[in-house]
């Protein structure tokens, strides 16, 4: 009996949740599932997560006209090429990961009569992304697809209220809930070791301590408020703090811009993840706000810093939060999307809406101060995100998701 075949799109290789979801269920799932991965191209502002697929020993195929701004001649290339695709690989199941895959991919497999559709969705665009006309087209679309589509998965329990209550995309009984999956233990190897390449490499004191935002410098992430916080926490502790930005994005030019209008010292040193130094080892100064670019060896940040912060108007499933979680950090965060489902408030960090700078900043200020308490948050951490978020239990749970479909459509 001929194994099932899957045909797995995403939106395109960039560093995120997304990348790590289909490369470990592509490489996981095998050899009972036979799949073809295909994705986008990245923006040029974005660094490539090829690294994650090659070293997992896959390879992807890549849609040359998929990329994640709208554009309704490139998109439609990239319509007929998935149409080919399937025509030339014949899946069983097509299963798309994030909004612009979604839609191109599941509108493709409804016309080539693919049995099982399923997507995932990462995130989603319906507020504040868009204005309220856009917001309302994509809810339409997204209706109309989910309608379409054999299952949905949503990555948290919050997620599937917002699509099957607050937005009405489909009925809860299309919905099932997949927490996100990743190799977590990779946090908790040489943490020392790493700790002291990071903080030597930044020339980061004993004493100073490192607060870190990792991920896109795009709107949504709301980097505006992370500098105020930055400000807030300079003028108001006593012990020396040094904040990184990790990552880049659209938004570094402005980024940089707002800092110096808040009088906000910073200097950019990227790193260089080959030799696990950066390109210059400097000296500690007085600059409190250092531009990493993108890194990698994520794990080497996160044993470097002492606390993480994230600031975003909207998320999904918060990637950066569940890697500081397994790394032994606390954090600092805007309660928005499936956050509450990672960070436990008071517990493992503390959670603010999103316009509360001053509540937000007063709880870095503590845990600034208060090293006990870093530790004590950092300490039940791990143990709160390593079964949940384990890539074994992603595997597991889409594995009998599939098994289900396929047996419902030749029941059928």
Not at 34 to 45: P, S, V, W, Y
Not at 167 to 173: G, P, Q, R
Not at 235 to 256: N, T, W
Request: proline share 3%; aromatic share 8%.
């Amino acid at each position: 009996m001929s194994k099932p075949k899957v045909l797995r799109i995403i939106n395109r290789l960039n560093l995120g949740g997304p990348t790590y979801n289909a490369a470990y269920l592509t490489r996981y799932l095998s050899p009972e599932f036979e799949t073809l991965f295909i994705a986008g191209n990245k923006d040029e502002t974005e660094a490539s997560s090829e690294f994650i697929v090659e070293n997992l020993g896959l390879k992807a195929r890549y849609i040359n006209g998929m990329y994640r701004s709208l554009n309704p001649f490139k998109d439609y290339k990239a319509y007929l090429e998935i149409k080919a695709i399937i025509k030339e690989f014949k899946p069983d199941i097509v299963h798309t990961h994030a909004a612009k895959a979604g839609a191109l991919g599941r509108l493709a497999a409804i016309h080539a009569g693919v049995p099982v559709i399923v997507h995932t969705f990462h995130g989603h665009v319906f507020h504040s992304y868009f204005n309220s006309i856009v917001n309302r087209v994509f809810v339409g679309i997204e209706r109309y697809l989910a309608k379409k589509s054999t299952a949905i998965i949503a990555i948290s329990a919050l997620q599937k209220k917002e699509l099957t209550v607050d937005f009405e995309i489909c009925a809860a009984d299309k919905v099932t809930v997949v927490p996100l999956g990743f190799d977590l233990e990779r946090f908790q190897k040489d943490k020392e070791v790493k700790r002291q390449q990071f903080r030597s490499s930044y020339g980061l004191t004993q004493q100073e301590v490192a607060i870190g935002i990792i991920g896109r410098l795009v709107p949504i992430k709301n980097h505006a408020f992370f500098l105020e916080v930055v400000k807030e926490v300079i003028a108001g502790v006593q012990q020396p703090v040094r904040f990184f930005i990790i990552g880049d994005g659209e938004d570094r030019a402005l980024v940089e811009q707002q800092a110096q209008t808040l009088n906000i010292a910073y200097e950019s040193i990227h790193w260089n993840d080959e030799t696990l130094n950066t390109t210059q080892t400097i000296q500690h100064t007085e600059t409190k706000l250092v531009f990493t670019s993108w890194m990698q060896n994520i794990p080497i940040a996160l044993a470097g810093l002492d606390l993480v912060v994230m600031t975003s108007l909207n998320e999904g499933t918060p990637v950066s939060l569940i890697e500081a979680l397994a790394a032994g950090k606390p954090v600092v965060s805007t309660n928005v999307g499936g956050v509450a489902n990672v960070v436990q408030d008071g517990t493992t960090g503390f959670l603010t809406k999103t316009d509360e700078l001053k509540i937000f900043s007063q709880h870095v200020k503590n845990l600034v101060a208060n090293r006990g308490l870093r530790e004590q948050m950092g300490n039940k951490g791990y143990e709160s995100v390593a079964a949940k978020y384990g890539y074994a239990r992603l595997v597991e749970d889409v594995r009998t998701l599939y098994h289900q479909l396929l047996s419902k459509t030749k029941e059928a």
